[in-house]
């Protein structure tokens, strides 16, 4: 089935049932469907066609949420962009899939048209919203004109192969890869988490987490595929805020990542019980350490946890059972509902229990490979167990004990998974390296209570009066804000291997000794 | 309650400004937010930003800053910001 499906059904047989909750606005199933209906149109008239892709660059908004079903409903693939991108890796995204349009907000027209020039993409629309009680910025077409448009989405003639979302990841080479998904893939994934996590209609589902993020997408795509309703917030930076926003709406649903488990680690005030509407917890992107554990389950009494793993390629592939969790407290659990996995040797074959192997999926969820890269693609997804299907190598060692649970151990690659994103090193070396004040510099990650890990730099400095700031301030103009470096050593040199190779392990070591 | 003078005001604010500047926009001052520019919605301090904040209010002020008025309401522009310091300093001096 098509992902707009889920909304246009359950507009027919919800409508006046709130979807969702945003930037103060809340829209019901029939609302969210006919803005997206009217948006569709008018992307197709400035020309957007089926298979095409169409970006969303915003933050957690409602007009985010619209312009995702809307590029949906105009035949075309939609894909999210993290809000903080700055303009050249932006240009790079353009380059890399040419997009018939960007949807944007206000604040960051300027970015989206700067890329647009850098990649020299003058046939991109730029659809944004309006600033504070003025105009959409010039050389952009107005979101508002555009929902107000009078007509009905094109009969695109799409069906579930075809792509629905391109969502970029970062890639151990340093560039972003833009992963393919199918209608079918997303429903199938979107099917087997509703299923574990016993989604329903009356499920009202608070996230904090970005839109951009895949695990912060789905949480959207879940709760109109069920029919429930998604409060969506712009971060956690108040946790009392979003609290407060649970109890008005009696929350039954929060996806956290370990970061903001330990954010509320600190908290004094919390009262165990204090959100008696919660049903369940879900956690990924990194394993929870046991202390969180215990205090959620002390705030949270009456909520199921589920400890989940997944990665872009796929969305999710394990789920702890919450019954297991005092079992096997740092398992991640077994494959969720039909998909496989496996832990495998250096050869492909199954690994014995408790023997680190790279863990593979196999299912309906697996990604149709990396937009324009055939390389990386075939390095992913590699053949299977049958000569006619292709199975997702994760780049990820696990470790499956007696019963089958896994556990995660490390990346194969270099790639640091901070704040629950990744972030491929050499894509913030490349940005170091581009300051004429370092010689030389290698980036890494160090372990951190709150970001899981930090990204740390370590620099030659061939301008002596360089300091800590200019490097980092250097970084943020460039990167998206998880990547900036949280700290920058300066060196005479860097650490290298026998071989004369700069080492990111040596220099993690040389600032976290080794355990 | 109680408000602080508008000097004293002035001078948290100038203070959590500098502090802003030097810790999340890396002592590029040309970008510091305007006095009633929301923190959060124009991504100058992010979710783990505002725990810096809040440590550094407690440091800088010498009061603890209760889970509960960790709010935009307090903390989200550098107006509300000064004017809850303010009220919370003058009346522990009251």
């Known amino acids: 089935m098509r992902m707009e499906c889920f909304l246009t059904d359950n507009a027919r047989r919800l409508g006046g049932k709130t979807a969702l909750v945003a930037g103060g606005r809340r829209l019901t199933y029939a609302e969210l469907d006919a803005l997206s209906d009217r948006l569709a149109a008018g992307l197709a008239a400035c020309g957007v066609r089926r298979d095409d892709r169409v970006l969303v660059f915003a933050d957690n908004s409602w007009e985010a949420a619209v312009a995702i079903y809307a590029a949906l409903k105009a035949g075309a693939a939609f894909s999210p962009i993290n809000p903080s991108t700055k303009a050249d890796k932006l240009a790079y995204i ?17 970015v989206a048209a700067e890329a647009r020039a850098i990649a020299g993409a003058e046939g991109m629309t730029i659809v944004s919203t309006e600033a504070r009680g003025g105009a959409a910025p010039d050389g952009t077409v107005s979101f508002s004109r555009l929902l107000a448009t009078d007509a009905a989405p094109p009969a695109h003639g799409g069906i579930d192969v075809d792509l629905g979302m391109l969502i ?5 080479t340093g560039r972003p890869k833009g992963v393919m998904m199918t209608h079918r893939n997303m429903d199938a994934a979107s099917h087997s988490i509703t299923t574990l996590l016993e989604n329903r209609e009356d499920d009202v589902i608070v996230s ?36 407060e926003r649970m109890r008005e709406e009696g929350a039954t649903g929060f996806p956290l990542v370990p970061t903001m488990s330990a954010m509320m680690l600190q908290m004094r005030d919390l009262a165990p019980g204090f959100l008696p509407s ?61 998909t496989e996995v496996f832990v495998v040797d250096d050869e492909g074959r199954p690994a014995a229990a408790g023997t680190a192997g790279e863990l593979v999926v196999r299912g309906p969820h697996v990604m149709q490979g990396y937009w324009g890269d ?29 019963d089958g649970f896994l556990y995660f151990i490390a990346r194969k690659d270099d790639i640091i998974k901070t704040r629950g994103e990744k972030v491929a090193p050499r894509e913030v070396e490349a940005v170091l390296h581009a300051h004429p004040g370092i010689a030389d510099a290698v980036v890494f990650g160090v372990a951190d209570a709150i970001l ?36 920058v050593e300066f060196r005479a040199e860097l650490p290298k291997t026998d071989t004369g190779k700069v080492s990111r392990r040596l220099a993690a070591e040389t600032v976290e000794p080794a355990q | 309650m109680e408000r602080g003078s508008s000097e004293m005001i002035d001078t948290i604010r100038d203070s959590v400004r500098d502090f802003i500047v030097e810790n999340f926009l890396f002592g590029d001052a040309a970008h510091a937010p305007a006095d009633d520019e929301s923190l959060i919605e124009n991504d100058i301090v992010d979710s783990t930003g505002i725990l810096e904040l809040v440590a550094f209010i407690e440091e800088s002020f010498g009061f603890s800053v209760a889970d509960a008025d960790i709010v935009p309401a307090n903390l989200d522009t550098l107006d509300r910001i000064a004017a809850f310091v303010a009220g919370r300093t003058s009346a522990a001096a009251a």
């Open chain 1, 94 to 110: 353009v380059g890399n899939c040419r997009p018939a349009a960007i949807v944007t907000q206000a604040r960051l027209a300027a």
């Open chain 1, 168 to 172: 970029y990841t970062s890639g151990s």
């Open chain 1, 208 to 243: 904090v987490l970005p839109l951009a993020f895949n695990y912060g997408l789905y949480q959207l795509l879940m709760a109109i595929r069920v029919g429930a309703t998604l409060v969506l917030e712009k971060s956690f930076a108040f946790p009392q805020a979003v609290f």
């Open chain 1, 278 to 338: 919660l049903r369940y917890i879900t956690n990924t992107a990194a394993t929870l350490p046991p202390t969180h554990i215990a205090q959620l389950r002390a705030l949270f009494p009456q909520a199921k946890i589920y400890s989940m793993y997944g990665l872009t390629e796929c969305k999710r592939c394990t789920c702890l059972p919450p019954e297991e969790l005092d079992r096997r407290p740092g398992s991640v659990g077994i494959a969720i509902p039909n």
């Open chain 1, 374 to 402: 055939p390389e990386a693609t075939a390095q992913a997804l590699r053949p299977g167990f049958h000569p006619w299907e292709k199975v997702l190598y994760t780049g990820d060692l696990f470790r499956a004990d007696e």
């Open chain 1, 452 to 487: 899981g890990h930090a990204v740390a730099a370590m620099v030659v400095a061939a301008d002596p009066a360089l300091t800590e700031r200019d490097v980092i301030r250097h970084c943020a103009a460039r990167l998206e804000d998880y990547m900036v470096p949280k700290s």
